[in-house]
């Protein structure tokens, strides 16, 4: 994985065919996704039960590009070496499902992958004020995690304060949660490079007819370059 800090689309998987992911996911790529984010949920760090390490080695082979698995589980350091055995590219923790942060990202990192912090609405920016050495992603929550198709929660200064912080450190921010055409432009503005969007994507397409994939991502991608401001 190569660092640069313009846009990339990641089509969240929550919001595709739960019977197809491999066609998903190589519909998506071929549609003009950057990355793939993939959303594991636990049932007990959040609402919701997604998916686990075996779906993720599961549609590896369907994607070529950027594997982005973004863990909502607690514990997480258990089931680190599973998700990176998987083949995730980028491992993503929550501050809030973890005692030793810290230690998480470093065995995320030993593990072979980027490492990712997440942060809740609820958690102010310099929750991660002592861990940009050791993480390669910063993803800042528009909606309380758990489910898709939520109401984007406006987190402008937080996305600021983060771009400040992280100076010209290779980290990526990561905006995930309710991006859609209406809400893109504002987080790329703020310092956001990464866009998650699940049902903005899958909106209107399938994996027989994945045009709309297409038009829904360079859509969101032409509001984040200020296309529609
Ligand atoms: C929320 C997930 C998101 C979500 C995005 O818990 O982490 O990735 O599925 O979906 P939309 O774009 O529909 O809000
Ligand atoms: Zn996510």
């Not at 959040?46 to 779906?55: E, H, R």
């Not at 994607?63 to 491992?91: E, Q, R, S």
Request: proline fraction near 6%; charge should be negative.
């Amino acid at each position: 994985m190569t660092f640069d800090r313009s846009i990339k689309i990641a089509p969240s998987i929550l919001a595709a065919d739960f019977a197809n992911f491999g066609a998903e996911c190589e519909a998506i790529e071929a549609q003009g996704a950057d990355w793939v984010h993939v959303d594991v949920m636990d049932g007990h760090f959040v609402p919701n039960i997604s998916f686990g390490p075996a779906t993720c080695a599961a549609i590896r082979p369907h994607i070529k590009g950027v594997m982005d698995v973004h863990l909502m589980i607690a514990p997480v350091d258990p089931y680190i070496d599973a998700f990176a055995a998987a083949g995730a590219d980028v491992i993503t923790a929550h501050v809030e499902a973890t005692p030793h942060i810290h230690r998480t990202l470093q065995a995320i990192r030993a593990a072979g992958a980027k490492a990712g912090v997440a942060l809740n609405p609820g958690t102010p920016a310099e929750a991660v004020a002592h861990l940009l050495d050791i993480t390669d992603l910063i993803c800042v929550m528009t909606v309380n995690p758990g489910f898709g198709g939520q109401k984007f929660i406006d987190m402008t200064d937080k996305i600021k304060t983060l771009r400040a912080m992280i100076g010209d450190r290779p980290i990526h921010i990561e905006i995930d949660g309710g991006v859609d055409v209406n809400t893109a432009a504002s987080v790329a503005q703020a310092g956001a490079d990464v866009l998650v969007a699940g049902s903005a994507v899958f909106r209107g397409g399938s994996v027989s007819d994945p045009a709309p994939y297409g038009t829904n991502i360079r859509a969101i991608r032409e509001a984040a370059a200020g296309v529609y401001v």
